[in-house]
């Protein structure tokens, strides 16, 4: 089975949609896509999470799914967005100097893509 992590970079909602419906899609054709925050990404947490955002219903079904893998802990800590995130319980991830490591995923099998 093809795996694949796409790394959200982007603070974009427009651009973040074709995260969310990406790793829906790879679920939806029995391949594993996971989803990890990163840099401004993590900021969208929070209003993703208000049931009025444009994104909310796509961004619950990826959460709902169990795609979303985490959120950078080192970002989350510096653009001041620990308390959506912890909200949502999504894991903070920081295996690389409190960062996700894309190495690891490698290790493992992992296509990696970044938005």
Known sequence: MEKTVLFAFRGDPLCFIHVLLNALDLKQRDQEGLIVLEGEAVKLVGPMSESGHFLNALY??????????GACKACATKLDALGPIEKEGIPLVGDMANHPSM?????KGYNIITF
Request: aromatic share 14%.
């Open 60 to 69: 619950q079904k990826a959460k709902d799914a169990g795609l979303i893998y």
């Open 103 to 107: 190495g690891a995923f490698i290790e």
